[in-house]
């Protein structure tokens, strides 16, 4: 009969205390899709404008450039260079506090403190329209969808304003507001319907085909709305004031869904973010974008409710935009500073146009059919990741096995506890030490020890035994570690001479928690009488 013969496996010792970095933790496919927004090699330094950044605002068409909003200026950007394209100024009296695509990309119309609501041909620079009705100064201009025909502007006069850019007139104002009207979207699904956020902590929704009854639909963010924008569904509101960002159900009558309170001052703008992978879980699926006077830019799974990915900026933001095709990313600074980010595709990749709710066309990259005459063919699948219901089956792991873990497995104790001590990592003696509790040998090896051996391990005692992470274990065994080899110490003055050692230091370790305890009688009452204030 054939014997079987069975492998042994080895189990290295660790140390049971593991101290843990807080940036151990590995990065998420996510977390990684929105780093590799970069700036582009020809732009080394961000674009540095004359003054804050009120607005950033998207082309819904191809190659989708970008306005941004700054003292008396709109400035255009090109989709594809990333570089200044045009400058408009001379059509404003004062500083220019948002701006709106229309949806064919041609005209854009924008609004200054001045009250004025200016629609302008981007080829010419030339104002086609100047609307005027607002007394205060306008701080939110929007187009519908797809409507070419109308829009909508509020201000610091509390009134909403429908207009009709063909005849330069108003059509309705919408009143109920009591202060600023400070931000507003259009509804993704219906041209007739948007949204406005004002500082008197309400966002109130506007149907066009009923103004007899006001607004529609009204609820209180609890603080002065900064940005108010429906989510792509066209069914979801979301609210930025304060130091928080917050999800409304319209379809559910008004229903608070979540809240967010990851920034640590004012939420000063939102926009949805749209992860552009082609495959993956996170592929395809909109995100928000939140920017804040703190610095940061936070990414918001409002599926899972849940933070998914942050990042710090040098300066206070104040507007954030992402374009259509989710290539580039624009965040604007209070110092006139914009940050651009974009993603990297590689240029063998074809593109294919796309209908993306609430974005219209868009390029989606589409990846040739690899064929036997390609190497790729032959390396096809092995950066593939699996998917929720597939089995893995992983190749074990090559064990590195210390000197120690040798030593201990052929049961040659107190020659691993010499190996450790020699290698001079405070958390492997340790660990060899508790293997050694665990056989009952570790004061049978410290009785056979040499004097040499002994100094060794009293030099590693009074080094490592006050430290936090070991003085639990370490001074117990140093009480029974002088009380057995009391006669070997007594005799050698090496010896001696740790043992002076490490009684200083321990009484210099009560000291210094004498006066940690001390420190701690005087601030907590402190802390106690300013919490009741």
């Known amino acids: 009969m054939a014997e079987t013969q069975s492998i042994a496996r080895t189990f290295p010792v660790k140390?049971?205390?593991?101290?843990?970095?807080?940036?151990?933790?590995?990065?998420?496919?996510?977390?990684?899709?929105?780093?590799?927004?970069?700036?582009?090699?020809?732009?080394?330094?961000?674009?540095?404008?004359?003054?804050?950044?009120?607005?950033?605002?998207?082309?819904?068409?191809s190659p989708h450039d970008f306005a941004a909003t700054h003292s008396a200026t709109v400035s255009i950007y090109s989709g594809k260079t990333l570089e200044p394209k045009t400058t408009i100024s001379s059509a404003f009296?004062?500083?220019?506090?948002?701006?709106?695509?229309?949806?064919?990309?041609?005209?854009?119309?924008?609004?200054?403190?001045?009250?004025?609501?200016?629609?302008?041909?981007?080829?010419?620079?030339?104002?086609?329209?100047?609307l005027r009705g607002h007394t205060r100064p306008v701080r939110v201009v929007r187009y519908p969808r797809v409507d070419k025909l109308h829009l909508f502007s509020g201000g610091d006069d509390s009134i909403v304003k429908y207009w009709d850019i063909t005849t330069e007139s108003k059509i309705y104002d919408l009143l109920g507001h009591k202060d600023y009207v400070r931000c507003g979207d259009a509804s993704p699904v219906s041209d007739d319907m948007f949204v406005s956020g004002s500082y008197d902590h309400t966002v109130?929704?506007?149907?066009?085909?009923?103004?007899?009854?006001?607004?529609?639909?009204?609820?209180?963010?609890?603080?002065?709305?900064?940005?108010?924008?429906?989510?792509?569904?066209?069914?979801l509101v979301a609210t930025a004031g304060g130091n928080s960002v917050k999800i409304w159900d319209i379809l559910g009558g008004g229903k608070l869904l979540c809240t967010m309170e990851s920034h640590n001052k004012t939420v000063t703008s939102i926009c949805v973010g749209k992860i552009g992978k082609e495959s993956g879980e996170e592929a395809q699926q909109y995100r928000i974008l939140s920017v804040a006077l703190d610095g940061y830019m936070k990414v918001f799974d409002y599926a899972k409710f849940k933070i998914t990915h942050s990042m710090r900026f040098p300066n206070p933001l104040m507007s954030v935009g992402f374009s259509p095709d989710c290539s580039t990313r624009v965040i604007g600074a209070s110092n006139g500073t914009l940050y651009i980010g974009r993603r990297k595709v590689k240029e063998s990749e074809s593109m294919e146009l796309v209908d993306v709710g609430?974005?219209?066309?868009?390029?989606?990259?589409?990846?040739?059919?690899?064929?036997?005459?390609?190497?790729?063919?032959?390396?096809?699948?092995?950066?593939?990741?699996?998917?929720?219901?597939?089995?893995?089956?992983?190749?074990?792991?090559?064990?590195?096995?210390?000197?120690?873990?040798?030593?201990?497995?052929?049961?040659?104790?107190?020659?691993?506890?010499?190996?450790?001590?020699?290698?001079?990592?405070?958390?492997?003696?340790?660990?060899?030490?508790?293997?050694?509790?665990?056989?009952?040998?570790?004061?049978?090896?410290?009785?056979?020890?040499?004097?040499?051996?002994?100094?060794?391990?009293?030099?590693?005692?009074?080094?490592?035994?006050?430290?936090?992470?070991?003085?639990?274990?370490?001074?117990?065994?140093?009480?029974?570690?002088?009380?057995?080899?009391?006669?070997?110490?007594?005799s050698s003055d090496e010896l001696r001479g740790d043992i002076r050692n490490l009684k200083r230091d321990v009484e210099e370790e009560i000291r210094l928690q004498q006066t940690l305890l001390q420190i701690q009688g005087i601030v907590t009452p402190l802390l106690k009488i300013a919490g009741r204030r």
């Open 93 to 130: 009296r004062d500083t220019v506090t948002s701006a709106s695509f229309r949806s064919d990309g041609r005209l854009i119309a924008a609004g200054d403190l001045s009250g004025a609501v200016q629609v302008l041909d981007l080829k010419t620079r030339v104002p086609l329209r100047r």
């Open 15 to 61: 140390p049971k205390l593991k101290s843990t970095s807080a940036n151990s933790s590995t990065p998420t496919p996510e977390s990684k899709y929105w780093k590799s927004f970069k700036t582009p090699k020809e732009i080394q330094t961000p674009q540095t404008l004359v003054s804050s950044i009120n607005s950033i605002a998207f082309s819904p068409t």
């Open 358 to 490: 609430g974005f219209g066309q868009v390029e989606e990259p589409q990846r040739r059919v690899l064929r036997p005459s390609y190497y790729r063919y032959f390396l096809r699948g092995q950066s593939e990741k699996p998917s929720e219901w597939d089995y893995l089956i992983k190749k074990p792991k090559k064990i590195k096995v210390t000197e120690h873990d040798k030593l201990l497995k052929k049961f040659m104790h107190k020659e691993a506890l010499l190996a450790a001590l020699n290698g001079k990592n405070p958390a492997n003696v340790v660990a060899v030490m508790e293997e050694l509790v665990a056989r009952k040998k570790l004061m049978r090896c410290v009785s056979n020890l040499e004097t040499e051996e002994l100094g060794l391990l009293l030099k590693f005692l009074q080094r490592y035994s006050t430290m936090p992470r070991f003085s639990k274990f370490l001074m117990g065994l140093t009480k029974k570690v002088v009380e057995m080899r009391a006669d070997d110490i007594k």
């Open 204 to 235: 109130k929704v506007w149907d066009v085909r009923v103004m007899n009854s006001g607004s529609v639909m009204e609820f209180d963010h609890g603080r002065p709305v900064e940005d108010v924008m429906y989510l792509p569904s066209g069914g």
